[in-house]
């Protein structure tokens, strides 16, 4: 009995240590997410306290995600009782400030675009065992109505259960909350008791609170539910009225939303790219889109196609009114779209401006517009982007608005933003994404609808400053006009008159504020922060200044930015102008840069892009088929490899036959229908050099070692292919092992390894030492005042690794190895052979003599154009 009892308490005894085991060493005690919205205008505090329960020192992270419209405007860390706090300042002078105080490296930043709605803030630091850290991040951002309804997004990922979760939303609306919703991706029956919703006449409280228990996936097991989104959706009471002004402390904000007004008929033209890059799931989401998007024009607008690749097609000679036939007909039209060949869209946005201007019988008042879908850059036509924004933004001049839709990341997202912004309309992104038809069709929801148009909203000059935009092109049902100013003057009454034109007639609209009773209206501090509309002003301006000036003349875009950046710095907000410094203990690294990332950050190196250019370009000078072309062909065959491969090694063979005439050369063989193992850029002399190294002899190769730097890099080939697959890379200080392979990236430090997987990016820093890896594309390790290591994943035909070098002006002249030794022991001297060839030459490395010679090599560098390398070409057996 004695001997029974023991076991069951060693096996108590067994599972509680388990248990404790099992328990993550970092742990997030208390999450709080305390959001209070006033007036649209919300302030997001988020607070994490983090325990280390671990018996040494360990690395703590907090992580948020957050909308991209909103901006940072404090963040603090409290250790041990000490605050470190995050300070905000002018972009150069802060990155000035963190690489003076960190001479060992520089940040890439901490926030980064997650998706197409939020940016990821990332923070890690040390804590010693036992210790305590709490994270304190707040953001504000304007709510933005669309289609009737303002959404607040809340990411919810703590990544583990947490002992007190809880998520507060303060909403107060003067002029009454219409209605009131919550969402979520995750909610369960459990977690819905964890759900509660408090609701007056202007004010709401939605409360989140689920217990430990509600949080797990299975009671057996401490996996969290909580991974999703949570979103509160609401709107608010309007009257038939000039809108509703609110005012606190001087400032004052209108909002101006009518409703239930006569739609005005539209004239639309559907410019779309059917490019070769198109061909496969994207057009046939856009098929699938615009077949949806007919079927919601209304019988008394008007519309046509015009489809473009290298070629510009209308599919009819005018535009025609949507009568069932007309829709009919063009849903047969849309199903035969196919894509193939480059893109001109100078030429067609030329001939969609041309069809309205010279359309006829269309309805007196109504709205025109032209809506560009494209996936690319200009390839065929004019393909100066510069040229093709003052091309278009003459030939439209004010009169219609355009709306430029960037499918996916090859477009360039500034050049479709500033055409857009610069002819009355916008810009959006569709994400290649499942989804990416209803993104389309929901895009077409928010501009379908315009019910107002030339919209001036007037308030007194003498006695209003600062006065945000307040004239309007056009105003679509279920959004909102949003307009701020500081009230300059002692005033009783605050007039403000609204004129615009609707589909019936010109509208008149007066309202007046009693400034004294408005105010009255926020003396309850429970339910706002501090002076919101001043804040809610400086947003605002900051807003349209920095849009403004995407699209104005250079001489009055420094002007533009120096004004969002006096704001930003006086507010406190993390802009595209200003970076904030985070501070850490001494004994750590210094800090680290937080950057606010545009739109524009989530485009593929523009080089790359010019890389694309630059070969439909010679693709077309010489008469071969462009990348685009292959693209749709790969379509056409059934993606079959084989056909592919075959299609690209022919384009190969042409296109270096076409420039071997351009230049003179006397080589007539497909010298760059393959990638070289390595690419030399050596300094000294300035030469590149294409490498191929035999490494079949041996299982890992020495390629390079320079003892002045810490650096030495292994590589080793794969099986069956002559490219490399692995590289090993050591550095001495600090002591840190990098194992990259095709399956992903592996750094191991003080005995501790991280896996950082290709389907990720990421960044990290240690001692100095910042590695990084671009999702699918380049693993990146650099140091200060050293060379930098770059390895691209190449993808086609054959996966395998690109390594190469940056900076290489910093190797020192004792490096070694198979790469090395051409940075510090290489020369290049002419052929005594007075019939030597001009391509081709002498190159003694480490003693040894090598005749090499000039050839065209495909590059796998990222920094490159990604067109074919000039290189002088030599094989090695290490």
């Not at 709107?235 to 402390?249: F, H, L, P, S, Y």
């Not at 990259?740 to 990421?762: K, M």
Request: charged share 25%.
């Amino acid at each position: 009995m004695e001997q029974r009892t023991l076991l069951a308490l060693l096996v108590f005894s067994s599972l509680i240590v388990l248990a404790e085991a099992q328990k993550p060493a970092i742990e997030i005690y208390s999450l709080h997410v305390d959001c209070k919205v006033t007036s649209r205008f919300a302030h997001t505090v988020i607070t994490s306290r983090i325990v280390n329960r671990a018996n040494e020192s360990r690395e703590a992270t907090f992580e948020v995600e957050l909308p991209k419209t909103a901006f940072i405007t404090n963040f603090s860390m409290s250790i041990d009782g000490k605050v470190y706090p995050g300070v905000i300042k002018e972009k150069a002078a802060a990155q000035k400030e963190y690489d003076t105080a960190v001479s060992r490296g520089q940040s890439a930043g901490l926030v980064k675009i997650r998706d197409r709605k939020l940016e990821l803030f990332h923070v890690s630091v040390s804590i010693a065992a036992a210790s305590k850290v709490t994270f304190e991040l707040t953001y504000e951002e304007l709510l933005k109505r669309q289609l009737g309804k303002f959404e607040l997004l809340i990411k919810v990922r703590p990544k583990q259960l947490v002992k007190h979760y809880q998520i507060d939303v303060h909403i107060f609306e003067p002029q009454g909350i219409r209605f009131l919703e919550t969402d979520s991706t995750f909610m369960t029956n459990e977690l819905t008791e964890a759900l509660t919703k408090v609701q007056n006449e202007t004010k709401a409280h939605v409360l989140f609170k689920p217990t430990i228990d509600q949080q797990k996936v299975n009671p057996e097991l401490d996996e969290t539910l909580l991974n999703g989104d949570f979103v509160v959706r609401y709107d608010v009471k309007r009257e038939a009225t000039a809108g509703d002004i609110q005012i606190v402390n001087g400032y004052f904000v209108h909002y101006f939303a009518p409703s239930e007004m006569p739609v005005f008929p539209k004239n639309v033209i559907f410019v779309i790219d059917r490019s070769g890059s198109m061909a496969g799931r994207k057009i046939e989401q856009t098929r699938d889109a615009l077949l949806k998007i007919l079927q919601d024009l209304r019988p008394e607008d008007h519309f046509s196609f015009i489809t473009f690749s290298n070629r510009v097609e209308e599919w009819k000679s005018s535009l025609v009114p949507a009568t069932e036939e007309n829709v009919a007909s063009a849903a047969a039209f849309v199903q035969t779209l196919l894509a193939r060949g480059g893109t001109d869209i100078n030429g067609a946005l030329l001939t969609a401006v041309g069809a309205l201007d010279k359309a006829e019988d269309l309805p007196e008042r109504s709205v025109s517009m032209v809506i560009l879908l494209t996936d690319g850059q200009p390839t065929s036509g004019e393909t100066n982007v510069e040229e093709i924004q003052e091309n278009i933004q003459k030939a439209i001049n004010g009169k219609y608005a355009l709306f430029c839709l960037g499918f996916g990341f090859d477009v360039s997202y500034k050049f479709l933003e500033k055409m857009a912004l610069s002819n009355g309309g916008i810009a959006r992104r569709i994400y290649e994404n499942a989804d990416a038809a209803l993104q389309l069709q929901g895009f077409y929801q928010e501009v379908a609808t315009p019910i107002l148009m030339k919209i001036e909203m007037q308030y007194p000059e003498n006695a209003i400053e600062g006065l945000t935009k307040n004239n309007f092109t056009l105003f679509f049902e279920g959004s909102e006009i949003v307009v701020s100013g500081k009230i300059r003057n002692e005033l009783d009454l605050l007039p403000v008159e609204i004129k615009a034109q609707s589909h019936t007639s010109d509208l008149t609209l007066k309202e007046e504020a009693n400034v004294k009773e408005k105010e009255q209206i926020f003396q309850d501090q429970r339910y706002i922060f501090g002076n919101f509309i001043e804040r809610l002003w400086a947003y605002l301006t900051i807003q349209q200044l920095l849009e403004k000036a995407i699209s104005a003349p250079e001489e009055d875009q420094k002007a533009l930015e120096a004004q969002a950046l006096e704001l930003s710095l006086q507010f406190s907000f993390v802009t595209p102008l200003t970076s904030m410094v985070v501070t850490k203990p001494a004994d750590q690294q210094q800090g680290e840069l937080a950057n606010k990332p545009t739109e524009a950050d989530n485009e593929k190196p523009s080089n790359r892009l010019v890389g694309k250019s630059l070969k439909k370009s010679t693709s077309r000078l010489l008469g071969m088929p462009s990348e685009d072309d292959l693209a749709s062909s790969r379509m056409r065959a059934g993606s079959a490899p084989g056909r592919w491969a075959e299609l690209q090694a022919v384009s190969s063979r042409k296109l270096f036959s076409g420039v071997s005439r351009i230049m003179g050369g006397a080589r007539a063989q497909p010298l760059f229908d393959e990638y070289p193992q390595f690419l030399l850029e050596l300094a000294k002399p300035s030469e590149t050099v294409c490498l191929n190294i035999d490494g079949k002899s041996q299982p890992s190769v020495h390629l390079l070692s320079d003892p002045e730097q810490g650096l030495t890099v292994m590589g080793k080939l794969g099986d069956g292919t002559n490219q490399f697959v692995e590289f090993r890379i050591n550095y001495v200080n600090p002591p840190v092992q990098i194992h990259v392979s095709t399956d992903g990236i592996v750094v191991s430090h003080n005995n501790e390894n991280t896996r950082l997987p290709w389907t990720e990016s990421a960044t990290s820093t240690i001692q100095g030492l910042r590695v990084s890896v671009e999702k699918e594309r380049s693993f990146t390790a650099s140091l200060p005042d050293t060379v930098t290591v770059k390895i691209s994943l190449v993808k086609f035909p054959d996966v395998f690794l690109g390594l190469y070098f940056l900076d290489t002006n910093h190797f020192s002249d004792k490096v070694s190895g198979a790469l090395g030794q051409f940075y510090s022991k290489a020369q290049f001297r002419d052929n005594s052979n007075t019939n030597q060839r001009a391509d081709e030459r002498l190159l003694t490395v480490s003693g040894s003599e090598h005749k090499v010679s000039r050839m065209y090599k495909k590059d796998y560098r990222l920094e490159s154009a990604r067109g074919p390398v000039s290189c002088w070409s030599i094989d090695l057996t290490p």
